[in-house]
Each structure stands twice: as structure tokens, then as C-alpha cells.
């Protein structure tokens, strides 16, 4: 490892509020980085405080304090920084607080509704969203006709569709046509996926609670700033080694 002060350039824009390591690793791969002027698509490339960084022509720099905001996002809202397709962005209702660059940490799909966590912390992102990290997530099922207990037992043993093995956590009835789903993994669209697969059509998907970090009453559209306890309650949930690493 050098010992020149230097950064490898995937953790210096994420240090810089531009996305998740993994995420700044495709934006490097797109030639969407430039260095001193110079576009780089090297993974391994290390860049010094002195050196000039952009992405897309814009200049970035490391965030000066970091931001951790939840989100009660409503339906038919996009979990992304931009769309071709000109949909709604969840990350657009956090516009008249936080001015800055946030990115969403992992994703709810376009129709779910519920909790969302974003900010400008790449490390973090990355620890609670990696797949190896077991930070659980709760949602809020409700479907069109009663569930079968069965049904839920069996997602709990796991299940395989279209070649993906999904398992459930837990599962708890609120009613015969609503109960609570515990998941570790959160595979993309795991709970409609599953559902879908045995024909149970669901008119609601709202997630309640990311590890520690539970959704409450803030109201559908609203958002918050996480305490200190909650964001050191998603690290520790994360595993997350990264304070104090240097690479």
C-alpha cells in the first residue's frame, strides 16, 4: 500500500459525496472521470489532495461534514439521481433541506412506499448496502386476499424463482391480508418476486425500519436527519470497518 498520502480514486469520490465505492467504480469503467484534465478508466488509478478531480466535467471535492437523511417515500417515486425517462426522483423531495449531492443507500423500487435512507457518505453506503452486511430490513405487506400462513413458513425455509433463492427472516400477521416481512438480503423487488411467483397480487409494499433506523410517524413525502445514535446503531448493524481506514 503507498504511504504517500494518496487515495485510491474510487474512495476519494465517494469521500466526496458522488456515489457508493462500487457505484464510483462504474463511473470510472464509463470514462466518466477525469484526473488533472485527463479521463481515467483505471480502477487501480490513486489521486493526491492536489490533484484535480471531475466527474462529467464537474469538479468534486471531499464533503465537509457528512449527512445522513430518512425518507418516507411515496409511490411512483424513483430512487435514483436522474432518469431518462423524466419519472419522479425520491432524492428531488430533499431538494429545499439538503442542496447538496445525496445518493440513495441501496433502493425501494418505483411502486413501494417507506423508509429510505441517503447521504453523502460512500462508505457508509456501501457497508450497509453490500449483501454480505445482514442489516435487516421490515416491511409492511398487504395483499388483495388473505395470506396463507403456509405460504410465508415456505418463504421462510427459502424458495427459488427463476433461478434466484429468496428467503424471508420472519414474518408476523397484523392481518389475514397484512403482516410484517423481515428480510437480511434484500434482493432486488425480493418481496413482489416472491409473492408474484405463488399468484398473490399485493396492493402494498411500505417499508418500515432499515436496522436500527425505523420510520415512525414521519409522514408520507417527509423526511428527517438521523441522530448520532442511529447512524452509529447502522454501522455497528454494517459491520462497518471503515473509519480510520486508509487505502
Same mark, same amino acid.
Given at each position: 500500500m503507498p504511504n504517500d /498520502?494518496s487515495l485510491?480514486?474510487?474512495?476519494?469520490m465517494a469521500?466526496?459525496?458522488v456515489?457508493?465505492?462500487?457505484?464510483c467504480?462504474? !463511473?470510472?469503467?464509463g470514462?466518466?472521470?477525469?484526473?488533472?484534465?485527463r479521463?481515467v478508466?483505471?480502477?487501480?488509478?490513486?489521486?493526491?489532495?492536489?490533484d484535480?478531480?471531475?466527474v &462529467?466535467?464537474?469538479p468534486i471535492?471531499?464533503?465537509?461534514?457528512k449527512?445522513?437523511?430518512?425518507?418516507?417515500?411515496?409511490?411512483?417515486?424513483?430512487?435514483s439521481? *436522474?432518469?431518462?425517462? /423524466?419519472?419522479?426522483l425520491?432524492?428531488d423531495?430533499?431538494? &429545499?433541506?439538503?442542496?447538496?449531492?445525496?445518493f440513495?443507500?441501496g433502493?425501494?423500487?418505483?411502486?413501494?412506499t417507506g423508509?429510505?435512507? !441517503?447521504?453523502n &457518505?460512500g462508505?457508509l453506503?456501501?457497508?450497509?448496502?453490500?449483501?454480505s452486511?445482514?442489516v435487516e430490513?421490515?416491511y409492511l405487506v398487504?395483499?388483495k386476499?388473505?395470506?396463507?400462513?403456509?405460504?410465508?413458513?415456505?418463504?421462510?425455509?427459502?424458495?427459488?424463482?427463476?433461478? #434466484? *433463492?429468496?428467503? #424471508?427472516?420472519?414474518f408476523? !400477521?397484523?392481518?389475514s391480508? *397484512?403482516?410484517? #416481512?423481515a428480510?437480511s438480503?434484500?434482493?432486488?423487488?425480493? #418481496?413482489?418476486?416472491?409473492f408474484?411467483?405463488?399468484?398473490?397480487?399485493?396492493?402494498?409494499?411500505?417499508?418500515?425500519?432499515? /436496522?436500527g433506523?425505523?420510520?415512525?410517524k414521519?409522514?408520507i413525502?417527509?423526511?428527517?436527519?438521523?441522530?448520532?445514535?442511529?447512524?452509529?446503531?447502522?454501522?455497528?448493524?454494517a459491520? &462497518?470497518?471503515?473509519?480510520?481506514?486508509?487505502?
Amino acid at each position: 500500500m503507498p504511504n504517500d /498520502g494518496s487515495l485510491r480514486l474510487q474512495l476519494f469520490m465517494a469521500s466526496c459525496g458522488v456515489a457508493s465505492r462500487r457505484a464510483c467504480e462504474r !463511473f470510472i469503467a464509463g470514462g466518466r472521470v477525469q484526473v488533472n484534465g485527463r479521463t481515467v478508466t483505471e480502477l487501480g488509478s490513486r489521486v493526491r489532495s492536489s490533484d484535480s478531480v471531475a466527474v &462529467d466535467g464537474k469538479p468534486i471535492r471531499p464533503v465537509r461534514s457528512k449527512l445522513y437523511v430518512a425518507l418516507n417515500k411515496p409511490r411512483a417515486y424513483l430512487c435514483s439521481n *436522474r432518469d431518462p425517462q /423524466g419519472r419522479p426522483l425520491a432524492v428531488d423531495l430533499l431538494r &429545499d433541506r439538503y442542496p447538496g449531492r445525496l445518493f440513495s443507500i441501496g433502493r425501494l423500487d418505483y411502486l413501494s412506499t417507506g423508509l429510505i435512507l !441517503f447521504t453523502n &457518505d460512500g462508505e457508509l453506503a456501501r457497508a450497509v448496502s453490500h449483501p454480505s452486511s445482514d442489516v435487516e430490513k421490515e416491511y409492511l405487506v398487504e395483499a388483495k386476499r388473505p395470506i396463507r400462513e403456509e405460504l410465508l413458513e415456505e418463504f421462510a425455509r427459502g424458495v427459488t424463482v427463476d433461478g #434466484i *433463492r429468496y428467503r #424471508i427472516k420472519r414474518f408476523r !400477521f397484523k392481518s389475514s391480508t *397484512r403482516v410484517l #416481512i423481515a428480510l437480511s438480503e434484500g434482493k432486488n423487488r425480493e #418481496i413482489r418476486n416472491l409473492f408474484n411467483a405463488h399468484n398473490v397480487a399485493l396492493s402494498r409494499v411500505h417499508r418500515t425500519r432499515i /436496522g436500527g433506523v425505523a420510520l415512525g410517524k414521519l409522514r408520507i413525502g417527509a423526511h428527517r436527519a438521523l441522530s448520532d445514535a442511529e447512524v452509529a446503531s447502522l454501522r455497528r448493524s454494517a459491520g &462497518d470497518g471503515t473509519r480510520g481506514r486508509r487505502d
